[in-house]
């Protein structure tokens, strides 16, 4: 049972408990009197325990309470506490952490000094819990940090640079750590030191590709070149990030700002082939049989996947888009592809990072491949229950629209060899599939044939149709004039000059003067010209049995890769105004700037457009009458 006593004391409550009048009492003649002495032993004892020296934990406990207990009289408990102990405890803590940590930065430096401050931070983290009441500890750790680390930020971010050049995971983890203390904004800085390194870091990574010749940077070497850097830039930075960082968002943002930068903006960016060309050639490159090449598929996926990881980074995927296509096109025709699996592995991938739109002519694409075996298939049984004979003939039957390939193929006059084949073909597919047509691109066939020339040794031939096509007209003449080729086949001049030379570097024929009847001796496409005749040569060896010609390169690398430029200039112009028309649609007003933000927000644009481009589609939809300006800087959709 509480007794309730009597106070005659000015200051205390009228009516008090005992022990709220015997704590007042305490107070009152004894630590009011020596608080001063108090505080300094306190202080005393715990800078001795700062220091390494044991004491008892116990005795100051009691010490610091006894504040806390003297305020029961009052209405706040801590009042007595924060205005006698509080603050003087956080002054004297904050003198001897700033009178440390300036000498060991001085002696030490920055490093050593680190793991000081985090192993201080540490201690005053379980003194707190220890001596202090809980409503005191935030503010002391708050003192405490701002001394060890806000103090000395500007010396502790001098030497960030320094631990990544010396990839010193440990400093950059306790500095961040530190840092963590103060906030975000001191943590800015070092966003701006880790993502100006990592651009330097990189762009000096690809400043030999930057050395490089246009000509030179064509060499399909130089696309795993490029790759494997840039590679390694990526998994360096981004395991810093994920390690180091503790994958903090703000940290892997940077990252993500400088390594976008590297993959767009690198040292050779004023030369063709551009970052997103290059990345689709090395693509080819893993997807393409080779004799060379002996790898498992996994090690392929494995690969591919982490040239995924740097195209996401990619401001141009339509440009990667449109070489892959190609390459892509030219491996299935041609039947070079590491395997239907590896194939599918990468277009799967595509699909996952940019969605079905991107990937469904890739897909349409195998799967016309993958058709191609029951189609022959069903071919086959129609020529055996029609009692059809031909030539052994397999057809690819490709979707138009989906491969990359022009409406219409060179001009070609199917020899009549072939032609019978054709026709029996289009019987077949017609009835199965009405409606549809067929346009056959011989440019893109090929064919096996036996040679069986006098004087020659029997010999299996692997050409392109057109190759096979010319040597044909042999069987019927030995010696052919350039005009009369030229008739009988139907190509382009240029397009049957570099076929003819084909079968001439071949040693198959040879070039005859018309006019003195020589033969060229050092034959050069030049040599061809509308009056040259052409025989087979006589003295034609060859010590394999299995020949097989190179095909007939039409349009040279740099060339088709212009050209592909130019018709994405095109491509992007369409997108651009169907960008505009169905922001316009949804918004029916907006000004110039909100509407120009729109666009570069807009999340199916496969690049960033220019300024130039944006206003060029808008002049288009203007006098189309998609649009009208309503004032010098806002449109109005016209429904």
Not at 205 to 231: A, V, W
Not at 369 to 376: F, Q, V, Y
Not at 464 to 485: A, P
Not at 519 to 534: A, D, G, K, M, V
Request: proline share 3%; with cysteine; aromatic share 10%.
């Amino acid at each position: 049972m509480t007794k309730e006593v009597f106070s005659s004391s000015k200051t205390a409550p009228r009516f008090q408990s005992l022990y709220a009048c015997s704590m007042f009492k305490w107070k009152e003649h004894l630590l009011d009197e020596l608080k001063e002495k108090l505080n300094s032993s306190i202080m005393q004892t715990i800078t001795r325990e700062r220091n390494g020296e044991q004491i008892s934990q116990d005795l100051i406990f009691t010490a610091i309470s006894s504040y806390i207990k003297v305020g029961v009289t009052n209405k706040d408990c801590f009042e007595y506490y924060r205005e006698n102990f509080e603050s003087f405890y956080i002054s004297s803590s904050c003198d001897f952490y700033l009178c440390e940590s300036s000498s060991v930065i001085a002696a030490k430096g920055v490093s050593e000094y680190m793991i000081l401050a985090e192993r201080r931070l540490e201690e005053e983290s379980r003194k707190s819990k220890k001596y202090l009441p809980l409503e005191s500890r935030e503010k002391v750790r708050k003192e405490i940090e701002r001394v060890l680390v806000g103090v000395h930020l500007e010396t502790l971010l001098s030497e960030a640079e320094n631990f990544f050049k010396n990839e010193s995971s440990s400093d950059l983890s306790r500095m961040y750590k530190l840092l963590m203390t103060q906030g975000a904004p001191s943590m800015k800085p070092l966003l701006n030191i880790l993502e100006g390194y990592i651009f330097s870091f990189g762009m000096d990574k690809l400043k030999e590709l930057g050395l490089l010749s246009e000509k030179e940077i064509r060499d399909p070497n130089i696309s795993r070149t490029y790759f494997e850097l840039l590679y390694q830039v990526y998994i360096k930075f981004h395991s810093q990030v994920n390690v180091t960082f503790f994958n903090d968002p703000q940290f892997l943002s940077a990252f993500e700002r400088a390594f976008r930068k590297i993959v767009n903006h690198p040292p050779f960016a004023q030369v063709s082939p551009k970052p997103a060309e290059l990345l689709a050639k090395f693509a080819d490159l893993m997807l393409k049989k080779s004799a060379k090449k002996d790898v498992e598929e996994n090690v392929v996926e494995e690969t591919l996947s982490q040239l995924i990881s740097l195209f996401k980074y990619l401001d141009d995927k339509d440009v990667f888009q449109k070489f892959y296509s190609k390459a892509m096109a030219k491996r299935l025709i041609s039947g070079s592809s590491l395997s239907d699996d590896a194939e599918s592995f990468m277009v799967g991938q595509l699909k996952q990072m940019c969605g079905y739109e991107y990937s469904a002519k890739f897909q349409k694409m195998l799967n016309d491949i993958n058709n191609m075996s029951e189609l022959n298939e069903k071919f086959t049984t129609f020529l055996t229950n029609n009692k059809k004979e031909t030539v052994d003939f397999s057809v690819m039957v490709l979707t138009s629209g989906s491969w990359p390939m022009p409406s219409q193929p060179p001009p070609f006059i199917t020899p009549p060899e072939l032609e019978e084949c054709t026709k029996l073909f289009e019987e077949f597919y017609v009835k199965s599939h009405q409606g549809r047509k067929l346009t056959w691109f011989h440019n893109l066939s090929k064919g096996e044939v036996d040679i069986t020339v006098e004087g020659w040794k029997r010999h299996k031939l692997h050409a392109s149709s057109h190759q096979i096509s010319i040597l044909l007209l042999f069987n019927s003449s030995t010696l052919l004039s350039f005009s009369d080729i030229l008739k009988i086949i139907g190509m382009k001049e240029n397009d049957l000059k570099r076929n003819l030379m084909s079968l001439v570097e071949a040693k198959l024929i040879q070039i005859q003067d018309a006019t003195s009847g020589v033969i060229e001796s050092s034959p050069s496409l030049s040599s061809i010209t509308s009056s040259s005749n052409f025989l087979l040569n006589p003295s034609f060896t060859s010590k394999f049995v299995k020949i097989r010609l190179n095909p007939v390169v039409i349009t040279s690398e740099a060339n088709e890769s212009d050209d592909t430029y130019k018709g994405l200039q095109d491509d992007r112009n369409f997108v651009v105004q169907a960008t505009i028309v169905r922001i316009m649609k949804a918004r029916l007003r907006l000004d110039h700037a909100n509407l120009v933000s729109e666009v570069y927000a807009d999340p199916n644009l496969r690049f960033k457009p220019e300024i130039s481009l944006i206003k060029k589609a808008l002049e288009s939809l203007i006098e189309k009458e998609y649009l009208k300006r309503i004032d010098t800087n806002k449109y109005e959709y016209l429904a």
